[in-house]
């Protein structure tokens, strides 16, 4: 059971309010997926304090319009804090560059994936290169070869750019020589894709019934050797980031025409955690992927008085019961056992999730454009909170 | 008719022997398409004197075995100069190089088009990037995003790279700002994506019966506003080089499985000296495009005593009768009104073409491997000789 009594445990260790710099909730538009609420209280059970979400919504963050909106929908939900990422589309290059300083960073979609914000045309990603300010991040679903695509588009307009859920064996090893050149990319790589893969997943489906489309995600799981060039090439990894990405066990068990996308924020902790516990990486890899590479590469602000307590010994296993906050109720990792959980999260001094319950109200969350903003303007109220 | 008579012109123009760093025979292995005889006769009557071969023969050109077969083919058949591209696979990075020097570059098959050495993962392509010589060119089939693909790679490894058959505005566009950038990128444009695009082809279909397999290349045709977009940005294409990719009528008459490809290299000279005549470029830029920027760019050797003579006032229409030499028997610029013709070609002091007739004998053209060891070994005698 994913709620916890740490009681009998004596190894509570300390770790920053993770960040989370990649994930979808559904609102607005498919709140039956996930909302605000839902999706953010899924985040501070799984450690996480800080997300940024992607703009493929209903509609999509694409526009002033829809970034107003978005913006009063989180001010009045969210349960911790947030950044939103403008969508880039062909012809949007200019109204969002003047949105950007609202934003966490502009998402370029180039891969087919969930959503109708893909960019067929280098012209598009051009535009968006030129007009994007340079010092809020532009990040890219770049699949393959188009990771080397985008990566020359960044270097042609001397700007950074960040890979999404790097996948394979072929990426990784071409921001490793891209990386080692000196060129400014940064990457993701996702729980799903580090511990996953096409040929040790048969139990989703023994699970949930026999529609493929459980293990239906972009980028598709890959081949155990992908996962293993991920676990090499850890020195290369910036950032650990979910893609949560909510979809309902109906939608799903669509084979066909299931969308793509795992639910992920509430176990990407308690797997990594595990991983520590496994000797696969140190806590201080950890803690650099989960929260420091993220808030350097996103310039995300401070949160005082923010902290998460794991139990590093507590033995568990994954279940999709009551205790999965996320409205999909399903879990790619069900059944996994676990050793490393969640036992107290604090958010500015409050405590917002304890063994299992979400305490945190709606609206207690902040966008990090108001957060940094106040640091700025208060920097000496805000050393006397601490 | 393509036959020249040119007793009653005034306008006869000397050019050097041109170069067409892209054509394809199908010797060995399919000479029932094109055989080098029948591929040579075509480039002599074209005015072009020296020609790069790409590999996708049978077998391919990827090994010694199949180099030491194809330089003896050449040698004995060949009616103008050659050189031989190697086809780079997912496994022969390191025989590859160590055949460079007998090459003209390496060929990198990067999409989908004839035969079967297309490249899929950039672990391959990284391969050839670190082992084949720096002072060799890399050339590569690479559309739309994939151009920055290669471009990116290219510069990973500080080296160059030779665009094939760039068709359309998306990629001319990204060149034009890599080169800006200092990028060493060059390229090359068809004439066939220069004049033909989706709607202005309805007349070979019309003549030829309306299998679409004759308007079946790859790179495909595209818009008009792409074949706009590459005469906007004529400053940024190196080379005119034709991808002569010959297949025979009744291949291409089969609709759904006609091969890719466009005959060209006798057509190639004539349209660009009616593009002359018509003001859409300059004779310097033509001769820039067809000799100056490939000799530099593939470090060619000087052809002594060899030039090209033009009658830029000879009216004609593109025929496919006995005038048109290669074995494919058909042109896609069939009926085009023509001004400006091929009047007499002369290679190493001999006349090897002359109104309509081919006088070379097979074994006449040289490969520049050893055009260049000559020019080294003997410079005093070719000083001699012209
Ligand atoms: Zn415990
Ligand atoms: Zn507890
Ligand atoms: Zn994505
Ligand atoms: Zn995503
Ligand atoms: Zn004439
Ligand atoms: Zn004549
Ligand atoms: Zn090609
Ligand atoms: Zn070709």
């Given at each position: 059971n994913m709620s916890v009594d740490c009681l009998s445990s004596t190894t509570l260790v300390r770790l920053p309010g993770l960040i989370d710099c990649h994930i979808h909730l559904r609102e607005p538009g498919d709140e039956h997926k996930e909302d605000i609420t839902s999706g953010t209280a899924s985040a501070l059970a799984g450690g996480i304090t800080m997300i940024c979400a992607m703009p493929n919504t209903k509609p999509p963050l694409t526009n002033e319009r829809s970034l107003n909106l978005t913006e009063r929908l989180y001010q009045k939900k969210a349960l911790c804090d947030y950044g939103l990422y403008m969508g880039a589309t062909a012809d949007n290059a200019l109204e969002a560059s003047s949105l950007?300083?609202?934003?966490?960073g502009l998402k370029m979609y180039l891969n087919v994936t969930y959503g109708d914000l893909k960019l067929d045309k280098m012209e598009s990603w051009m535009k968006h290169f030129e007009n994007w300010p340079h010092d809020i991040p532009i990040v890219a679903h770049a699949e393959g070869q188009t990771t080397a695509s985008i990566i020359c588009l960044a270097e042609l307009f001397n700007r950074s750019v960040h890979i999404c859920h790097v996948a394979r064996r072929d990426e990784i090893l071409l921001i490793r020589a891209a990386k080692l050149k000196g060129v400014r990319v940064t990457c993701e790589v996702t729980p799903h894709h580090l511990f996953l893969h096409q040929n040790n997943t048969q139990y989703i489906l023994d699970y949930y019934g026999n529609s493929n489309g459980f293990r239906e995600v972009k980028p598709n799981l890959q081949t155990e050797s992908d996962c293993q060039a991920l676990w090499e090439n850890l020195d290369i990894i910036d950032c650990i980031a979910t893609d949560h990405a909510p979809h309902t066990k109906t939608e799903k068990s669509l084979s066909d025409t299931a969308p793509p996308g795992f639910p992920g924020i509430q176990t990407s902790l308690p797997l990594m955690l595990t991983a520590v516990n496994n000797g696969k990486l140190t806590m201080q890899q950890l803690v650099d992927k989960m929260y420091t590479n993220p808030k350097r590469i996103f310039n995300l602000p401070d949160q005082d008085d923010t902290y998460v307590e794991v139990d590093m010994n507590h033995k568990w296993t994954i279940m999709d019961d009551e205790t999965l906050l996320s409205k999909a109720q399903w879990t790619p990792f069900i059944g996994m056992p676990m050793r490393g959980a969640v036992h107290r999260v604090v958010l500015r001094g409050e405590v917002v999730y304890v063994d299992g319950k979400v305490l945190a109200e709606n609206g207690f969350g902040k966008n990090i454009v108001d957060l940094r903003k106040n640091s700025k303007l208060l920097p000496s109220l805000s050393i006397e909170q601490t």
């Open positions: 950007a300083s609202r934003c966490v």
